[in-house]
């Protein structure tokens, strides 16, 4: 055991040490993007006004984006329900969800762009654009956005959510996925190794033929997961943020060596930039909460489910805390699994476990109001999310 102990630290600072590398690389090939953005735009005077010293910080510039992405998403939500509304963007109900979703239907869809519009719009201001991960965070979740886009427009134009077939959509997740596996670990030699919860020195190498396969699965499969949920007015949003929180302070420590280093977890570099990235994400959501709350003005659709849910199984892989991301998004697990388990056992028995899948809908046919479900699933996320928070020390 010491021996292979050993040999996943020898691995560790291995794979830390090309991440430098690349890193340092990367600062170089990139001092044409200077002064091109709005925060570095004002950094440069930093000499004639001390003030501006505090745009070091990703702490700082990531409270500045997160205020940023909630003004904006606050500010753009009555805009884009009216235009919704004028334009007939109203969401379809399938007639097997419990009957009191019919009367939701025709409530504006597609929220998710308001999401998406702060959150890059935000990030795009505030973080460092010579950063890679950033814009392999940005390209996913625009990406996945599209594919979301598509799908929602799709069931408008044709009724009765006849959206994109699982095959066509599954294809194109997949496909995003792939890009963004081979730019990371093939041009950016990203370091292969997972980092195990709750074990200190349990880092296995699964090399870049394992390692891509995975990064694409923890992609897709977080991104349905998350779609999975969005079934109630602000059911799936709350772990969305609750989830967001969890990977800024992962992100914010991964790029930190000092505390990399302190509490023993890889250190990425240019990893803290995604704090900033986390931090518009939360925020966005929470503007977005705001009209997405019981009863909801707007609907996330799947332009926001499948875009956000991509951006977390980034996320995870850039901050090399993949395996902890069934345990921040323990809700998200639980409504996948109860899919899984309904579909599977359906096909053997012709019986159901559950009154209905995913399991939220199941606890409405039991007698719980939407409210109470979403609440209580609200707390579930939060104890998942401080268990999460517990691996950088339980270990």
């Given at each position: 055991?010491?021996?292979?102990?050993?040999?996943?630290?020898?691995?560790?600072?291995?794979?830390?040490?090309?991440?430098?590398?690349?890193?340092?690389?990367?600062?170089?090939?990139?001092?044409?993007?200077?002064?091109?953005?709005?925060?570095?735009?004002?950094?440069?005077?930093?000499?004639?006004?001390?003030?501006?010293?505090?745009?070091?910080?990703?702490?700082?510039?990531?409270?500045?984006?997160?205020?940023?992405?909630?003004?904006?998403?606050?500010?753009?939500?009555?805009?884009?329900?009216?235009?919704?509304?004028?334009?007939?963007?109203?969401?379809?109900?399938?007639?097997?969800?419990?009957?009191?979703?019919?009367?939701?239907?025709?409530?504006?869809?597609?929220?998710?762009?308001?999401?998406?519009?702060?959150?890059?719009?935000?990030?795009?201001?505030?973080?460092?654009?010579?950063?890679?991960?950033?814009?392999?965070?940005?390209?996913?979740?625009?990406?996945?956005?599209?594919?979301g886009f598509a799908d929602d427009?799709?069931?408008?134009?044709?009724?009765?959510?006849?959206?994109?077939?699982?095959?066509?959509?599954?294809?194109?997740?997949?496909?995003?996925?792939?890009?963004?596996?081979?730019?990371?670990?093939?041009?950016?030699?990203?370091?292969?190794?997972?980092?195990?919860?709750?074990?200190?020195?349990?880092?296995?190498?699964?090399?870049?033929?394992?390692?891509?396969?995975?990064?694409?699965?923890?992609?897709?499969?977080?991104?349905?997961?998350?779609?999975?949920?969005?079934?109630?007015?602000?059911?799936?949003?709350?772990?969305?943020?609750?989830?967001?929180?969890?990977?800024?302070?992962?992100?914010?420590?991964?790029?930190?060596?000092?505390?990399?280093?302190?509490?023993?977890?890889?250190?990425?570099?240019?990893?803290?930039?995604?704090?900033?990235?986390?931090?518009?994400?939360?925020?966005?959501?929470?503007?977005?909460?705001?009209?997405?709350?019981?009863?909801?003005?707007?609907?996330?659709?799947?332009?926001?489910?499948?875009?956000?849910?991509?951006?977390?199984?980034?996320?995870?892989?850039?901050?090399?805390?993949?395996l902890v991301l069934p345990v921040?998004?323990?809700?998200?697990?639980?409504?996948?699994?109860?899919?899984?388990?309904?579909?599977?056992?359906?096909?053997?028995?012709?019986?159901?476990?559950?009154?209905?899948?995913?399991?939220?809908?199941?606890?409405?046919?039991?007698?719980?109001?939407?409210?109470?479900?979403?609440?209580?699933?609200?707390?579930?996320?939060?104890?998942?999310?401080?268990?999460?928070?517990?691996?950088?020390?339980?270990?």
């Amino acid at each position: 055991m010491k021996g292979k102990s050993a040999d996943s630290q020898v691995n560790l600072r291995k794979g830390c040490s090309r991440a430098r590398v690349a890193a340092v690389r990367r600062e170089s090939a990139a001092q044409i993007l200077k002064n091109k953005m709005f925060y570095l735009a004002l950094y440069q005077f930093h000499m004639r006004y001390p003030v501006l010293n505090v745009l070091r910080y990703e702490t700082f510039r990531s409270v500045m984006a997160g205020l940023a992405a909630l003004l904006i998403s606050l500010a753009l939500g009555p805009l884009l329900i009216e235009r919704f509304r004028a334009a007939r963007l109203g969401q379809t109900i399938r007639e097997e969800v419990p009957q009191s979703h019919q009367k939701k239907a025709g409530t504006p869809t597609m929220g998710g762009l308001l999401i998406l519009a702060s959150c890059l719009a935000a990030t795009l201001m505030l973080a460092d654009p010579r950063d890679p991960f950033i814009w392999i965070a940005m390209f996913v979740t625009v990406g996945y956005g599209a594919i979301g886009f598509a799908d929602d427009f799709l069931k408008l134009k044709r009724g009765k959510g006849n959206g994109l077939s699982e095959r066509q959509k599954l294809g194109w997740q997949f496909g995003c996925a792939f890009v963004a596996a081979v730019w990371l670990f093939g041009i950016l030699r990203f370091p292969t190794f997972v980092t195990v919860p709750f074990f200190k020195h349990l880092h296995p190498s699964l090399h870049w033929w394992g390692y891509v396969p995975f990064a694409m699965v923890v992609i897709v499969a977080c991104s349905n997961a998350v779609n999975l949920t969005d079934g109630l007015d602000g059911l799936a949003i709350g772990p969305v943020m609750t989830v967001g929180f969890c990977y800024w302070v992962f992100t914010y420590v991964a790029g930190n060596l000092k505390f990399a280093r302190y509490l023993d977890v890889p250190h990425v570099p240019g990893a803290g930039e995604l704090a900033i990235f986390c931090a518009a994400l939360v925020a966005s959501s929470m503007g977005f909460l705001w009209y997405n709350a019981y009863p909801a003005s707007m609907m996330m659709g799947d332009v926001g489910a499948l875009s956000l849910g991509g951006a977390l199984g980034t996320v995870a892989l850039l901050a090399k805390q993949e395996l902890v991301l069934p345990v921040a998004g323990g809700v998200f697990v639980l409504e996948a699994v109860s899919v899984i388990i309904q579909r599977y056992y359906y096909k053997m028995t012709h019986r159901r476990i559950f009154r209905m899948a995913p399991i939220h809908h199941h606890f409405e046919l039991g007698g719980w109001p939407e409210t109470v479900v979403v609440t209580r699933f609200w707390i579930i996320s939060i104890v998942c999310a401080l268990i999460a928070l517990s691996t950088l020390k339980l270990r």
